[in-house]
């Protein structure tokens, strides 16, 4: 697989043999590739294959007078194309790949003008020496990646513990912390200054980059979340309480803590050798660098030289708080905080304003990108490949290398990854904000000899289903069902992948399959082949329901509390009912404990001799298959909502929000009632105590309303070049926290009689 760039920004990533067509075919005359996971472009007649592509493209285009032979050795080379040693990492500004044809350097005698082509030589600095093109393969050979200004491994070095991490870890809670606060509006209007993007600061061979792009637009992002209430948050204290934590830890004074505050813009965390000995920085922006200094001379910071040519290293040492007691978390942390005395360095570059934490080998490349102009990530044709998914709105990007999943080493999962997950371009997510929350995207792209061929894609749809079910729905999956396969053709293919995972299940399962239709007389092929394009699975119970005892037991009593609802979308519904006609005649006499009740097509089954009052439907409603099963009085509404349109989702304030949330079209969409869930749980009074001792403030959270939090997930995909891209949208995850919190209490509650009612 290759990166292509034809003077543009990258393309693909294609197969050789694709990109072999095009030069026949004379769509591609000159350009880069870059193979996956390395991060250096090479000329199309570097590589064996395309230069062989090449030149039968010239012999075949070329005049041959009769009684001359074949051309010489060679001939069909594109003009302007120089030896490997003219090229160099691409350019850090736009034209990224240079002009084509000649952007790959100049004739073979000449030596690269600086400015010229792919950017500096091989010879800038931090870079490695020249790489050339290798016989047997797609540019330097495994293991020979030219990497530019990536420290060599000291002989003996052992892997780093966790301690990196931990200090990592404690910034961004610092900076977490920070962007709480709702002072956005101020440091936006009133400090336009710009740090540097972590993007161009981190070296070329980073195999990870998390970026946050913008703290000040993050704050003030947090102002139009609309299940936060804000009139309950005093944003000045916060502000004021916070730069007095950072003034207290440091011994500086009050204005110079809050100064830092304002001039903080953005941070990133970068890796690299993540297989082997993993090497990890976190790099923080400032707009201007006087409070900085300020900060640093603060008696815990001890200079301790330099690094790079403009870099000051220091210590950080510890400061012993004269009491804990009545002392905020903040201050604790940065109180005890010690950096630069082990493996780690803290430098600070006052000409970039922008301090650095991390591997002593990381540091000092980043100082080569940031001081001397080498090679950052935002030339890695990788990273190039992977910024296409970053929009404008994204506060929060993350990149991952796909040769960091490479590296597996047990059979089995290589075996199913190579089958399904073999990577075939970055891993990218993105975290931004709208009104209904915090929005995270991934986007993976994976190929596999096990996938389902391009041919057989059906691209996502706009799920209808959910606006269709009652306003008590809590939670519910909807999904696309649509394929353009027969049924016979997804059945083969189902018993194939079952096969090739578990031949024993797969002979299990065609067996059950011939039982089934045998004893029904109905066909699996012909029932898929009557589903039409989507299907939605709801759970339901009443708005006022009450966490008590009663509910919390096991038994029938507890379940009429509660409704299941799943609604087929069909195509044919001659299969299905015939279906159902053969389990009221066949199957459903044998099973004494319940009565049916025949409802045309379809039927209602109740307990026998119980006064339960549950129930299991099937019902035909236009072409749908509805089944519904729970408690009677949900089971009507459920009914009534999805065949009436009374009282649905569709009239739901908080559930049309999350999806203006999400993207139009999905394969696969969840959504959970996060709020209505939470408000259940914590209305219990032991819940809510053990809540509130674990430091959690939910009168900061609307969880009733038109704006309560809700929380949604949705699944896309589409393929090209038999390449499958699968996104992965997410609204407001973090809001499952307290519901861990409430099910971890219950598991305890529970078991207590007596259980306080709400």
């Known amino acids: 697989m290759f990166y292509l760039n034809r003077g543009g920004g990258p393309e693909g990533p294609y197969e050789e043999g694709r990109i072999a067509a095009m030069i026949h075919s004379g769509e591609l005359t000159q350009g880069g590739v870059c193979p996956v996971g390395q991060n250096q472009w090479w000329a199309l007649n570097q590589i064996p294959a395309f230069a062989q592509a090449l030149a039968q493209r010239a012999a075949a285009s070329a005049p041959t007078p009769g009684g001359y032979g074949p051309p010489p050795a060679g001939h069909g080379a594109p003009p302007g194309y120089g030896p490997p040693a003219g090229y160099g990492a691409p350019p850090a500004q736009p034209p990224v790949y240079g002009p084509a044809p000649t952007a790959y350097g100049p004739p073979a005698a000449a030596a690269p003008p600086v400015g010229a082509g792919y950017g ?125 934590s950072i003034a207290k830890a440091f011994d500086i004074s009050l204005d110079d803590a809050r100064a830092l505050l304002v001039t903080t813009r953005s941070a990133g965390i970068a890796a690299r050798k993540l297989a082997t000995q993993p090497e990890a920085a976190l790099a923080i922006g400032f707009s201007s660098a006087g409070p900085v200094e300020s900060l640093l001379k603060s008696p815990r910071f001890v200079a301790s030289g330099a690094l790079g040519q403009t870099g000051k290293r220091y210590l950080l040492t510890k400061k012993q708080l004269t009491s804990s007691v009545g002392q905020d978390v903040l201050l604790k942390g940065l109180a005890d905080a010690e950096l630069g005395s082990g493996k780690e360095v803290l430098v600070w570059f006052p000409d970039q304003k922008l301090i650095a934490v991390g591997s002593e080998a990381f540091v000092n490349d980043l100082a080569k990108v940031i001081e001397s102009g080498a090679a950052a990530i935002d030339t890695n044709p990788s990273y190039q490949a992977a910024s296409k998914d970053f929009d404008d709105s994204a506060r929060l990007t993350a990149f991952l290398d796909p040769t960091v999943l490479s590296s597996v080493g047990d059979a089995k999962v290589k075996e199913l990854i190579d089958g399904y997950f073999k990577p075939a371009g970055p891993i990218t997510g993105t975290l931004g904000v709208k009104s209904a929350g915090f929005v995270g995207t991934l986007t993976g792209r994976v190929i596999g000899s096990k996938l389902p061929k391009a041919s057989s894609y059906d691209p996502p749809v706009k799920l209808e289903l959910p606006a269709r079910l009652p306003v008590e729905t809590f939670a519910y999956v909807a999904l696309q069902t649509q394929m353009k396969m027969s049924g016979a053709e997804a059945q083969k293919m189902l018993l ?66 509660f409704n299941v609802t799943w609604v087929q979308q069909l ?165 499952l926290a307290p519901l861990g919190l409430g099910a971890a209490s219950l598991s305890g509650l529970g078991r207590r009689s007596g259980l306080p009612p709400l």
């Open 496 to 561: 194939e992948q079952l096969e090739a995972a578990n031949p024993r299940s797969a002979r299990e399962a065609q067996q059950g399959v011939e039982q089934m239709e045998k004893a029904l007389g109905v066909s699996l092929a012909k029932l898929i082949d009557g589903l039409g394009g989507e299907a939605a699975l709801a759970i339901a119970a009443p708005a006022d329901l009450s966490l008590d005892a009663g509910l919390l037991s096991p038994g029938p009593q507890a379940a009429a509390n």
């Open 571 to 735: 195509k044919d519904d001659a299969e299905l009912k015939r279906l159902s006609t053969q389990l009221k005649q066949k199957l459903i006499p044998a099973v004494r404990e319940v009565t049916m009740t025949e409802d045309g097509p379809g039927f209602t089954l109740t307990p026998r001799g119980a006064p339960l009052p549950v129930s299991l439907r099937v019902k035909f409603f236009d072409k749908h298959l509805f089944i519904t099963a729970g408690g009677n009085t949900l089971c009507d509404r459920a009914e009534g909502a999805f065949s009436k349109g009374d009282r649905t989702l569709k009239d739901e304030a908080a559930h049309q929000a999350a999806l203006g949330a999400l993207p139009e079209k999905h394969h696969v969409r969840l959504w959970l009632d996060t709020g209505r869930i939470s408000d259940a749980v914590f209305k219990n009074p032991l819940i809510r105590a053990k809540a509130a001792e674990n430091g959690m403030q939910l009168e900061k959270f609307r969880l009733t309303g038109p704006q309560r939090v809700t929380t949604a997930l949705s699944v896309t995909s589409s393929v090209e070049n038999e390449v499958w891209t699968y996104r992965v949208d997410a609204l407001n995850l973090q809001a």
């Open 120 to 244: 500096p030589g091989p010879t800038a600095p931090g870079y490695g020496p020249p790489p050339g093109p290798t016989s047997g393969g797609y540019g330097p050979p495994p293991g020979a990646v030219p990497n530019p200004g990536a420290r060599r491994t000291i002989p003996g070095e052992k892997k780093k513990g966790g301690r990196t991490l931990l200090i990592v870890g404690l910034v961004f809670v610092l900076l977490a912390f920070l962007a709480t606060t709702a002072v956005g509006a101020y440091l936006l209007f009133f400090n336009k200054s710009q740090a540097v993007a972590m993007s161009a600061a981190m070296p070329r061979d980073s195999e990870m980059l998390l970026e946050l792009t913008d703290l000040h637009q993050l704050v003030v992002d947090f102002k139009d979340v609309e299940y936060l209430d804000t009139s309950l948050r005093d944003d000045k204290r916060v502000f004021d309480d916070t730069a007095d």
